[in-house]
């Protein structure tokens, strides 16, 4: 049976939370006064991928302390104004881009803490690294000033078998044990049981903690 209230779904997913993985609740499509209610329960951290959407709800609740991760697709061209709102970056899937943002966090005197998206399977939906690119691209990574390399981040392409995910999530588990980071922002709604099992320290749940999404995607295409 489905829970009924987020206060409820909220319970079911910490009941079944090893204790070293986090809940990330992604509210992208979800108003602010849902966020609001998650935070009164406890709920700290909060994954958005859209700018303007972001941007708005978390002007309407400036008054809570929230962490904001940015889980979405980084534009270049929108990397000051996410720099000026959002601490986690889980979505960094380049070197050109991860140079970029380490520079605009010098100019604007933040640290931002940056995973770095990896892509394990073929997958044409998603971008992100390949393991050999990050391997090659890796000393100028580490290198770069005004960021904090923690992790790294991966999706499962669709269509997979939980035992396939399960093996792709132990594979980025392992490809960060070899770089020496040790945050993995693995599992969503579908997957999180076996990211979880795999080592995720953030599960980026969304529909199973919010339900489905009230707000037509429509009015929050524009970045
Ligand atoms: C939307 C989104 C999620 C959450 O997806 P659900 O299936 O609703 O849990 C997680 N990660 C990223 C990158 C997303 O864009």
Do not use: Y
């Not at 997913?13 to 204790?19: E, F, G, S, V």
């Not at 000033?145 to 790294?152: A, E, F, T, Y």
């Not at 709604?189 to 099992?197: H, K, Q, V, Y």
């Amino acid at each position: 049976m489905v829970p009924e209230s987020a206060a409820e779904r909220l319970a079911a997913i910490r009941a079944q939370l090893p204790a070293s993985t986090q809940l990330l609740a992604v509210s992208k499509g979800h108003p602010a006064a849902a966020i609001r209610e998650l935070a009164g329960l406890g709920q700290r951290s909060f994954g958005e991928s859209r700018l303007q959407e972001a941007a708005a709800k978390q002007e309407e609740l400036a008054d809570l302390s929230l962490d904001w991760h940015f889980i979405g697709r980084l534009q270049a061209n929108k990397v000051r104004p996410v720099l000026q709102r959002f601490a986690w970056l889980h979505s960094v899937d380049s070197l050109a881009l991860a140079e970029r943002v380490a520079r605009i966090a010098g100019e604007e005197e933040v640290c931002p803490k940056l995973l770095l998206q990896v892509k394990l399977r073929p997958d044409p939906a998603k971008g992100g690294f390949v393991p050999e690119e990050l391997r090659q691209a890796w000393p100028q990574l580490r290198a770069l000033p005004s960021v904090q390399l923690v992790g790294l981040m991966t999706m499962a392409p669709l269509g997979l078998a939980a035992e396939q995910r399960q093996s792709l999530f132990g594979d980025c588990a392992a490809l960060a044990r070899e770089l020496g980071l040790d945050q993995l922002s693995m599992g969503m709604s579908g997957d999180w049981p076996e990211a979880a099992a795999a080592g995720s320290t953030w599960v980026r749940i969304g529909s199973a903690l919010f339900g489905p999404k009230p707000l037509s995607p429509p009015a929050w295409d524009a970045i």
